[in-house]
């Protein structure tokens, strides 16, 4: 079994920043990318960034500049430093990773999400 547990969500001011964690644990044999994603109220779930295993990144142009996506691999975690936050950036983050299990195949695992709220 595979768990992401996701901390360091919050109440921000305009222009304030906040650091996203989130740790994989169980039965992991190997992990291709992590990343995250958010989803604002009546909106899609959209991808923020993501990194791979080699550390190659990938940002949404909304967050590009602002946002950095990081991870170790020994410790199965990825993180997102966000600054210069917007009251657009208001939304639940989701932490995402593609991964391979021990004696399993390879698939998308989610956390349960960390509310973000920019607001004055």
């Known amino acids: 079994q595979v768990q992401l547990v996701e901390s360091g969500g919050g109440l921000v001011q305009p222009g304030g920043s906040l650091r996203l964690s989130c740790a994989a644990s169980?039965?992991?044999?190997?992990?291709?990318?992590m990343g995250w994603y958010r989803q604002a109220p009546g909106t899609q779930r959209e991808l923020v960034a993501v990194?791979?295993?080699?550390?190659?990144?990938n940002y949404a142009d909304s967050v590009k500049g602002r946002f950095t996506i990081s991870r170790d691999n020994a410790k199965n975690t990825v993180l997102l430093q966000m600054n210069s936050l917007k009251s657009e950036d208001t939304a639940v983050y989701y932490c995402?990773?593609?991964?391979?299990?021990?004696?399993?195949?390879?698939?998308?695992?989610w956390g349960q999400g960390t509310q973000v709220t920019v607001s004055s």
């Open positions: 169980g039965t992991i044999l190997s992990i291709n990318t």
């Open positions: 990194i791979t295993s080699g550390g190659g990144t």
């Open positions: 995402n990773a593609n991964l391979r299990v021990v004696l399993g195949s390879r698939g998308e695992y």
